[in-house]
């Protein structure tokens, strides 16, 4: 029932393929793929070619979390360069019920993102028609921050409303300073998916072939302790 998503900006992008098989082999589930513009978040990463170029390589999901505005132009771009989750944040669209459509027309999972100080009112209207809710535990932009722990209020708070909404399918997932030591507490707020980037990637940086199964095996421990 607990999903771990390794966020790829933390790999090593001259071997990304290699990392990517590497930790979905190591038994995480999700590739988290983090897409930065330079304009919503202070920081450029990756578009929907490297989408498109990691995806025959691994059968798992990928989770593409979109830190860009506006956000409806390049949906169709990552739903055809095979993305399964589009997630965005509600103060980069103009027309959130509209960009949540166009992502489910486009035959992907749709996901809102909260960033640290969003309020949960853009729940209100549109928690029906969402797969995925993703919590902000930093401020977007850049891997290996500080976990917020206010975000563990805000987490039982959206599983309080998952719950009354009766669609417990819609998958609530942590995004930052996600550790083994914190893990567990996060699994207890309420999410099931936990997105981890320095903290897989660079416990394995130093193994030749790169390998995560300590990692993932500590993390998924943690999370047998809830
Ligand atoms: C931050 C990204 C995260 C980031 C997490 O804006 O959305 O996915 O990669 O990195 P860690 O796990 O290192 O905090
Ligand atoms: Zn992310």
Redesign the pocket.
């Known amino acids: 029932m607990y999903r771990i998503a390794p ?4 790999a090593n992008f001259a071997k990304l393929g290699e990392e990517i098989t590497n930790v979905i082999e190591s038994g995480a589930d999700i590739i ?1 793929f ?1 897409v ?1 513009d330079n304009h919503y ?1 202070p ?1 450029l990463t990756i578009g929907p070619l490297v989408c498109e170029a990691i995806r025959p390589l691994t059968d798992a999901m990928i989770d593409v ?1 979109l ?1 860009v505005e506006p956000v409806d132009r390049i949906v169709p771009d990552f739903a055809k360069a095979g993305a399964n989750i589009i997630s965005f944040h509600p103060e980069a669209s103009a027309h959130i019920d509209r960009t949540i459509g166009l992502i489910k027309e486009q035959g992907c999972l749709a996901g809102l993102v909260f960033n640290p100080a969003t309020p949960l009112h853009y729940l209100d209207h549109v928690l029906d028609k969402l797969d995925l809710i993703l919590i ?10 500080q ?1 917020i722990p206010e975000a563990l209020n805000k987490l039982r708070a959206v599983r309080k409303r998952i719950d009354e909404s009766g669609n417990k399918e819609i998958m609530l997932e942590i ?5 083994v030591d914190n893990i567990a507490e996060i699994a207890r707020a309420g999410a099931d998916t936990f ?8 416990a394995g940086k130093d193994s030749d072939p790169h390998r995560y199964d300590t990692i993932v095996s500590a993390l998924r421990a943690e999370l047998d302790k809830v």
């Open positions: 966020s790829i900006l933390s988290h983090d930065m978040v920081n979390h830190m902000m535990s930093v401020n977007p932009g850049f891997g290996g921050q976990f995004d930052g300073g996600v550790k997105v981890a980037g320095s903290a897989i990637y660079h």
